[in-house]
């Protein structure tokens, strides 16, 4: 399994890649493993401030749909819209392709509180 160290994650199986002020988010590979055939994408939420932890959007698979949660509060500046098209990119490169949103943080603090990859590890090893 990918866990590419650079990173951040979350409890919500959401990996944050820091770019200066912005943030690059999306699902990591144990959770698109755990979903399966990722069939739709859906974020309405682009131009729009939220608080971490609130519901930006949903990743629908073929037996069920998952929320999902802002790593960090901010205002969400973009959503990948190659993944209407083709939201296998999820599947077969969580990473890279597979981005979902990029956003820009407004509290710089709780970048320290996201996971290290050994933690996220940790965390999914149980």
Same mark, same amino acid.
């Given at each position: 399994?990918?866990?590419?160290?650079?990173?951040?994650?979350?409890?919500?199986?959401? &990996?944050?890649?820091? *770019? +200066?002020?912005?943030? #690059?988010? +999306?699902?990591?590979? %144990?959770?698109? +493993?755990?979903?399966?055939?990722?069939?739709?994408? *859906?974020?309405?939420?682009?131009?729009?401030? $939220?608080?971490?932890?609130?519901? %930006? +959007? /949903?990743?629908?698979?073929?037996?069920?749909? @998952? =929320? $999902? %949660?802002?790593?960090? @509060?901010? *205002? #969400?500046?973009?959503?990948?819209?190659?993944?209407?098209?083709?939201?296998?990119?999820?599947? /077969?490169?969580?990473? !890279?392709? !597979? &981005?979902?949103?990029?956003?820009? %943080? @407004?509290?710089?603090?709780?970048? *320290?509180?996201? $996971?290290?990859?050994? =933690?996220?590890?940790?965390?999914? @090893?149980?």
């Amino acid at each position: 399994m990918n866990i590419p160290s650079e990173l951040k994650y979350t409890k919500d199986h959401e &990996w944050i890649k820091i *770019e +200066g002020d912005t943030a #690059i988010v +999306g699902i990591t590979d %144990f959770a698109q +493993g755990e979903l399966g055939d990722i069939v739709y994408v *859906e974020v309405e939420t682009v131009d729009e401030t $939220l608080d971490i932890e609130e519901v %930006f +959007g /949903t990743v629908e698979a073929v037996k069920t749909v @998952s =929320d $999902l %949660f802002l790593p960090l @509060s901010g *205002e #969400i500046i973009a959503f990948n819209e190659s993944l209407e098209d083709e939201p296998e990119k999820v599947n /077969t490169d969580p990473y !890279g392709e !597979g &981005w979902m949103i990029k956003m820009k %943080f @407004s509290d710089a603090t709780q970048v *320290e509180e996201l $996971l290290s990859a050994d =933690d996220y590890k940790a965390l999914i @090893s149980g």
